[in-house]
């Protein structure tokens, strides 16, 4: 199976403050990379795919690049509702496998 | 709008199966396949597999491979996911998901609100 890892696992950020955070595949994915956010007790929502490609309904200020083994997510400006866990997924094998995850929250 | 509706909440004996629902609305139910992802408490997620509505394929990962069984029900467009001789880390959330590698790029576009399971004796 391909593995992801993400960094950082967790971070503290302001309100307003750019985020970015990093995603590693084990081997090569093109650009078959999603990311995924989660908050506490929901289901994860799609904001990225194809490591790039904003989710319909997605605010701007999220936005996805890298390819090969190297991605990232970046949150232009934070927002009060943007703290959540953010996990990446590779979709290039049959086997599907996400990141550990990165939890964002208030500093 | 698209809805992927799951079943409730189950406890369950160690060695006993689990059979989980999620019923989708608001696309054709044949045209995407539904994957099933879980989640054990304060853990990350995991992909457990993905089965097609349009032909009944279907693709397990290999750690469940023997235990896990999917199935849909195309007449009532539901998806079913159960899981045997079941184990004390099998607790989790179970989440049932719209797509899966061979239609949808491996893209989860929508989610079920999703099914805890607790194995327990």
């Known amino acids: 199976d391909i593995q992801m890892t993400q960094s950082p696992s967790s971070l503290s950020a302001s309100v307003g403050d750019r985020v970015t955070i990093t995603c590693r595949a084990s081997?090569?994915?093109?650009?078959?990379l999603n990311w995924y956010q989660q908050k506490p007790g929901k289901a994860p929502k799609l904001l990225i795919y194809a490591a790039s490609s904003l989710q319909s309904g997605v605010p701007s200020r999220f936005s996805g690049s890298g390819s090969g083994t190297d991605f990232t997510l970046t949150i232009s400006s934070l927002q009060p509702e943007d703290f959540a866990t953010y996990y990446c997924q590779q979709s290039y094998s049959t086997s599907l496998t996400f990141g550990p995850g990165t939890k964002v929250d208030i500093k | 709008q698209v809805q992927l509706v799951q079943s409730g909440a189950e406890v369950k004996k160690p060695g006993a199966s689990v059979k989980v629902s999620c019923k989708a609305s608001g696309y054709t139910f044949t045209s995407y396949g539904i994957s099933w992802v879980r989640q054990a408490p304060g853990q990350g997620l995991e992909w457990m597999g993905w089965?097609?509505?349009?032909?009944?394929?279907?693709n397990y990962a290999q750690k469940l491979q023997g235990r896990v069984t999917m199935t849909t029900d195309t007449s009532t467009s539901t998806a079913y996911m159960e899981l045997r001789s079941l184990r004390s880390d099998d607790t989790a959330v179970y989440y049932c998901?719209?797509?899966?590698?061979?239609?949808?790029?491996?893209?989860?576009?929508?989610w079920g609100q999703g099914t805890l399971v607790t194995v327990s004796s």
């Open positions: 081997q090569s994915i093109s650009s078959y």
């Open positions: 998901a719209r797509g899966g590698y061979y239609d949808s790029s491996g893209i989860f576009d929508y």
């Open positions: 089965i097609s509505a349009y032909n009944g394929n279907t």
